[in-house]
């Protein structure tokens, strides 16, 4: 099999590359430098040189592929309707990355207590209307398989070029920098998380098995980000205090939109239809252990910095 997968060199993409690659599948993965391609090359990977606002390079290189696999931008409508149209009527798979924050509620790190299933009816916040739009456009296009898996936060290691995740990672890098474990208002907001070994399991049962129009939460429990943030806090040897921050103190940091709309905010999902429809059966340790346990270590050594990605 074929994958053509955009975002082959970040966090989620790459760490389903590895996989791929590791199964014996030819896969090729957008590069926007040389730099990057010659990265893809060095992990198996063909690369296909281009950005997201070239149509035709992606559509070419989706129409060459088995599978295409969306996921180096949620939010990049040009590039989605670009492989759509080149996929109508191929009967092709086109996977398309999503995240849970579609279901997110802006609360200034206080507990909101919706929780949100795939069944679940809801209206977007303002933030969010583009990202459910494009999701939607990609599960109803005609004469191909359009998938939509929306993650919660994730964590752990990836597999492939790019290792660190993005909100821990950001939270270690605060807690050094101040001090202390850092959490917006009283940090009792919470959102569900799943590590990355178990979501790239995810892709692989979605690719395999799931009928056009299909979309899936993807979680594996839920922590308060109090509750993450004094775990960093017990990792960084800070004996498990944190210290509470607003918005306003917090958007320097991370920039407005991600203090309001990630680190700030509720996203509670329950992954129903990934268990039930794939059999999807999540096995990874939780975020807290992850934490306590060293995965996060080069993180904490003094003077290195996390890496994000986006």
């Not at 939010?75 to 759509?84: K, M």
């Not at 969010?128 to 296009?141: K, L, T």
């Not at 994730?154 to 850092?182: C, E, M, T």
């Not at 999807?280 to 996390?306: D, H, K």
Request: charged share 20%.
């Amino acid at each position: 099999m074929h994958v053509f997968i955009t975002g082959a060199s970040g966090y989620i993409g790459g760490s389903v590359a590895a996989a791929l690659v590791a199964q014996g599948h030819a896969v090729s993965g957008l590069a926007r430098s040389e730099e990057t391609a010659r990265a893809l090359r060095e992990h198996g990977i063909a690369p296909v040189r281009g950005t997201l606002d070239d149509a035709a390079v992606l559509a070419d290189a989706a129409k060459a592929a088995d599978v295409t696999i969306g996921a180096a931008s949620a939010e990049h409508r040009g590039a989605a309707e670009a492989i759509v149209k080149a996929l109508a009527g191929s009967g092709k798979t086109y996977l398309h990355t999503s995240g849970s924050s579609i279901v997110g509620t802006r609360a200034a790190g206080e507990l909101r207590e919706e929780v949100f299933d795939e069944d679940t009816p809801f209206t977007p916040s303002p933030f969010r209307r583009a990202r459910v739009a494009i999701d939607n456009m990609v599960r109803a296009a005609p004469g191909m398989r359009g998938i939509v898996i929306a993650p919660s936060l994730i964590y752990g290691r990836g597999r492939g070029i790019h290792a660190d995740s993005i909100q821990v990672p950001w939270l270690i890098a605060l807690a050094k920098k101040a001090g202390v474990a850092r959490h917006i208002g009283s940090g009792d907001n919470r959102w569900s998380n799943v590590h990355i070994d178990d979501l790239v399991a995810l892709y692989l049962l979605a690719i395999g098995k799931a009928p056009a129009g299909a979309f899936y939460f993807a979680e594996n429990g839920e922590n308060s980000m109090r509750e993450v943030c004094e775990a960093i806090s017990r990792m960084l040897g800070q004996g498990g205090r944190t210290q509470s921050m607003t918005v306003e103190e917090a958007a320097p940091e991370w920039g407005e939109g991600a203090a309001n709309d990630t680190m700030g905010s509720n996203s509670r999902v329950r992954a129903t239809r990934a268990r039930t429809e794939l059999g999807w059966r999540p096995a990874a340790r939780s975020l807290i252990e992850e934490i306590e346990r060293g995965c996060y270590a080069a993180e904490a050594e003094p003077g290195l910095n996390s890496g994000t990605t986006m």
